[in-house]
């Protein structure tokens, strides 16, 4: 009984060992199946080819990019040439304006009356100058007969005192203009007792008060009160005796004396007229610096006037691409509030010294537009692009397709590169190009390619 028992139990363990060994056994057989199939299944699938593009003919454009704002073309500060108080402000900031429209007032209460003295004052200087120059036209024979008071002596003796004057021998211009008879030393030099014979430089003796008259160092008449000169003290040239010899000229006098009032009266007009404050350009107004009722002083702003009419945009440049702006390259701007529209447009102006920005140096520039689109704000934004080069109908492929011939260099622009060219046989060969323009999207291929070749992107 034993003896069975035991030959059973060695079966029963013989039997679990070769289940064992075959599990085992087939665990090993799948997964050598597995790794053989994950070695060849990649080979199996067949590889994709890389894309391609055909060389055809276009434009090749490239452009240098920025932003910028929106400014008047041209501004105007407007204020007061003196100071007041504002009385009238017709306009707002916005408001679209004409020329020689009112925008501001002052009281002129005081411009005025500085005016109306002026032209009082030019008034009397300018008859102030007639009456000298008509003192100064006068005959010499009128002031000579004009004379009154005491008498002078005649060529007889004539009474002095209320005697009446010779007018024969007095006002005879061969008398008084002869120098051989006012002037001869012989005869002024020669002293001789009183007498008669009327002859000039000779003492009056006769009169009921005695001599009344005496000839002066001249050898003329008139030295005297008793001699025969017009109130008025004008001698024999009709002058006026304010006018001594080598002293100023009354007509000239009188003639500065009209320019300085007449000064005087353009610049009070002129200070009348700064009380009021109106449109040069037609434009519109960007701002009211206060309201009716301030005090303003003489010369600071009260309105900035804008015009809109010949709109500019307002953009900087990095010093890398300053280099090839120039003033009337052709550009497009957009405008932020008008996404789908582009505005043709050409470079005004560049400037020549830039300004720092941080760790950057930026030039301005000035964009101008062909055509000024409507309803422009000042101040918003704007997307610039200005074309630096451009050809037309020429053979291109995109920039991805060509590679620097050099790969240690890829910054060198020599003129040539290099593309990777599809063959009949399916497969692909490096060829060397020339290229003209490097745009932003498409090269320029001058030499190596044909129209139609087929060229393999981005490799």
Known sequence: MGIGLNAAGHAGRGRRVWWLSGGVTVVLVLSGSVAAYALTGDDAEPSRPAATVRVDRGDVTLAIATTGVLRPGRTRSLGFSGAGTVT????????????GQLLARLDPADAQQRVDSAREALTEARAALDAAEQRQATPPGTAWGSGAGGGATGASGGTGGGGTPMPSRLAAPSTLAAPSRLAAPSRLAA???????????????????????STGPSGRPGASAGTGQPAGGA??????????????????RAQQQVTDAQLNLDTATDALAGT??????????LSVAAGVGAVVGGGSSFVTLGDVAAMEVEASFPEADVGRLAVGLVATVTLANRPGEQFPAHVAQVD??????????????????DRVPADALVGQTADVRVTIDSVSSVLRVPAGAVHPTDPAAPSTTDGTGQVRLRTPAG??????????VRGDRYVEIVGGLAEGDEVVLDW
């Open 191 to 213: 002293p001789s007792s009183p007498s008669t014979s009327g002859t000039p430089g000779s003492s009056a003796t006769t009169g009921p008060s005695g001599p009344s008259a």
């Open 352 to 369: 020549p010294v830039g300004t720092t920005v941080g760790q950057l140096v930026r030039y301005g520039a000035v964009l101008g537009f």
């Open 88 to 99: 009238e402000v017709g306009v707002r900031a916005g408001d679209q304006v004409t020329a």
């Open 427 to 436: 497969g692909t060969e490096r060829r060397r190009v020339t290229v003209g």
């Open 276 to 285: 009021r404050i109106t449109v040069p350009i037609a434009g519109r107004v």
């Open 235 to 252: 001698d024999c040239g009709g002058r006026s005796g304010s006018a001594s010899v080598g002293g100023p000229d009354p007509v000239l």
